[in-house]
């Protein structure tokens, strides 16, 4: 114990932790930022809603498949080495992105930014369970959790003002600097906080873990569309399997790729569980807003990211108040809270209107935004210090996994939701292809995937009732 601590005390931890921050932050900016784009992509690709929100749930999908793997990884290279590699994947896929010339193109990009996320978040939880002392975590983790709802929520607005003014392959431009510096950073001053020991690589649990989360997000986010029900049906029911088999495999190997022995420790179950169930929330709201406050009520790229930046504003505000909050009073609380704030702002949205004023849109956000900052650092942490230190990788992989996947999962859920809802409403009208019925069948839409949202908070505070604060000992 003496020898780790010792150890613990050579980490340079503010150049570590900036190098991190930097490139989680852009990284997490771009799970929303092309949302604001959405309009603007359809045109000039001629392109359906089903197939755009692909860059938000693609760049998701391809996180979720990367992130269990990263559980391997870190046993394999150096922390240094994985993050530079990161980041230069993040680099290639943002450089794509800007010059692509096909919707096609752009996705492939875009899946190359997300193996440079997928790649930095486990890495970046991982190397804070390392340096950090558990006293100290609720702290550590508010500064995650700042840049990490901070990014997300700013991105429509960022975004916003960039697509207005400029277009939006400067979303791409604009970030390179900063991956440039986060890069930079990373060579001079990041160091190897990982024993390597190099575990047998399971070539089948690869092959599960892909199979599964490919086929239930892709199964998933084809219900309610023009898709065939056959192909829907058979991809829920491979993935679904592969999911199984995945589970089984990790339980029956010496070395797992993914050790969901971690899911015995209660705490760490359900705060998991609970993290996902925000993110549904959270990319949610960010999928919707954004399209119906420029098709719903015509407001420009700019005007709805500045209507939305005053939540994201606060939310980064709150992360770190919440992580001292959680190092003095624990989580039960603060997760019950968040759940109540994020359940009454989803029920608001559930009535909006093309009338709605912007002030009342305004406040909404915010108070969802303080909601679900509430919830995920004091869930997530108080479930990753209930684990031994051997399985920190494999916590920080199953929490990233869970949190990307079940965001893949809101969004594609949220679009099913909302196209359903213009559907019904459709149906029912003399003329379908009337403006005013177009309009008030996106209000509709909007509605029905804001509901979709409300049952998942409803879960998540029944779970939070069972939440106990994990005492750890140095």
């Known amino acids: 114990m003496q020898e780790m601590q010792r150890e613990k005390k050579q980490f340079n931890v503010i150049p570590i ?26 045109q000039v690709f001629d392109i359906t809603p089903a197939t755009v929100q692909w860059l938000t749930t693609g760049y998701l999908l391809t996180i979720g498949i990367l992130v269990p793997v990263s559980a391997l990884l870190m046993q394999w290279f150096p922390t240094r080495t994985l993050f530079i590699a990161s980041v230069f994947f993040s680099i290639l896929g943002t450089a794509s992105a800007a010059i692509a010339p096909s919707f096609n193109m752009l996705l492939v990009a875009r899946v190359l930014q997300a193996i440079g996320t ?25 500064l995650i959790g700042l840049v990490m709802m901070t990014s997300l929520a700013l991105g429509p607005t960022i975004s916003g ?18 991956y440039m510096i986060a890069l930079l950073c990373g060579v001079f001053y990041m160091q190897n906080v990982s024993a390597i020991s190099k575990p047998k690589i399971d070539i089948l649990s690869i092959l599960f873990s892909t199979a599964g ?77 954004p399209i119906y406050l420029q098709d719903g009520m015509a407001f420009t790229a700019l005007l709805a990211g500045l209507i939305l930046l005053p939540g994201g504003i606060l939310n980064g505000i709150m992360s770190p108040i919440n992580g001292r909050l959680f ?34 849109i305004i406040g909404v956000y915010m108070c969802l935004m303080v909601g679900t900052s509430m919830v995920m650092m004091p869930a997530q942490t108080n479930g990753l210090n209930q684990l031994e230190a051997e399985l920190y990788p494999h916590g920080s992989a199953i929490v990233n996994t869970i949190q990307q996947v079940s965001g893949a999962l809101g ?8 196209t359903l809802g213009q ?16 309009t008030a069948s996106l209000t509709a839409g909007v509605q029905n995937a804001f509901i979709f949202a409300m049952f ?19």
């Open 423 to 438: 559907q019904n409403y459709l149906s029912a009208v003399d003329n379908p292809a009337k403006l005013e019925n177009i």
């Open 213 to 289: 989360f490919g086929g239930v997000v892709y199964g998933f986010s084809g219900i309610g569309k023009d898709e065939n029900t056959v192909i829907v049906i058979v991809t829920l029911s491979i993935g679904i399997l592969s999911l199984l088999l995945f589970a089984f495999r990790q339980f029956s190997i010496p070395s797992p790729m993914v050790n969901l022995r971690a899911f015995k420790q209660p705490m760490f179950a359900l705060g998991t569980v609970m993290v996902g169930i925000n993110m549904i929330i959270i990319l949610t709201a960010n999928l919707l807003l």
């Open 327 to 360: 190092d003095r009073f624990g989580p039960k609380w603060l997760v019950l809270l968040g759940f109540i704030i994020s359940l009454i702002a989803l029920w608001a949205f559930s009535k909006i209107q093309s009338g709605t004023s912007v002030e009342i």
């Open 161 to 178: 003002l960039v697509i207005e003014k400029l277009s939006y392959q400067w979303l791409f431009w604009l970030a390179i600097p900063f």
């Open 118 to 142: 997928g790649l930095l978040l486990p890495l970046m939880y991982h190397v804070v369970l390392v340096i950090i002392p558990a006293k100290k975590r609720g702290t550590a983790m508010g």
């Open 456 to 474: 998942a908070a409803i879960i998540g505070f029944v779970l939070a009732l069972f939440i106990k604060r994990v005492q750890v000992e140095e």
């Open 17 to 42: 932790m900036t190098s991190l921050l930097i490139a989680g932050f852009i990284g997490l900016f771009f799970e929303t930022a092309l949302n604001m784009a959405f309009s603007d992509l359809m």
């Open 411 to 418: 969004t594609a859920g949220a679009a099913t939701m909302m």
